[in-house]
């Protein structure tokens, strides 16, 4: 039980990879993640923001850290980014809907990330973004407006701009790239 909480609670490993000024590869960097984030306000969900890139082909030198940056509930209108949320086990009373729903437009600098009020659960929103997650660690409920379904280790979602929620009914750990896209409809 000792390494399953580890597990949960402990700081994720980067390690970044390149080319140095002399031409040759070398890892750049070899630490603990330290762009974590307590979502907080009741959600037991920790975001690890791994890397980001504003623009597509993404640049691959100089030494800006792809991590450094605001959390941002979406990734860079024309670009992406790779995050990790650990969630434990949640407890849907004791989100601070308000706090939360700030918390949420603080997070949305880009504007790609959209609030939808629901009965089903606190966190409905959408993104104008493909994003493709993968559970690697216990289970998550994916809610839609009319129903949900488990994503367990070794599953993976596609998203395309949907309206959702991430329930968590048991410890987790999911891996999200999330890339900027267009809806296809004009009523989004």
């Given at each position: 039980m000792a390494e399953h909480s580890e597990r949960m609670t402990r700081p994720i490993r980067r390690v970044v990879t390149g080319t140095r000024a002399?031409?040759?590869?070398?890892?750049?960097?070899?630490?603990?993640?330290p762009y974590r984030f307590h979502r907080g306000h009741g959600s037991t969900s920790v975001f690890t923001e791994i890397w980001a890139f504003d623009t597509s082909p993404a640049p691959i030198g100089g030494d800006k850290d792809g991590g450094?940056?605001?959390l941002s509930h979406s990734p860079p209108p024309d670009g992406a980014h790779f995050r990790v949320i650990q969630s434990t086990k949640e407890d849907n009373m004791k989100v601070d809907?308000?706090?939360i729903d700030q918390q949420f437009g603080a997070m949305n600098e880009g504007g790609l990330s959209e609030r939808v009020k629901s009965t089903r659960h606190w966190n409905m929103h959408r993104t104008r973004t493909v994003d493709y997650g993968?559970?690697?660690?216990?289970?998550?409920?994916?809610?839609?407006?009319?129903?949900?379904?488990?994503?367990?280790?070794?599953d993976v979602v596609i998203q395309l701009g949907h309206v959702h929620s991430w329930d968590n009914p048991e410890d987790n750990i999911t891996m999200f790239d999330m890339i900027g896209g267009e809806y296809p409809f004009d009523d989004q």
């Open positions: 002399d031409g040759k590869s070398a890892v750049l960097s070899d630490s603990d993640n450094d940056r605001p809907q308000t706090a993968i559970v690697v660690f216990g289970s998550r409920l994916h809610i839609l407006p009319d129903g949900d379904f488990v994503m367990r280790k070794g």
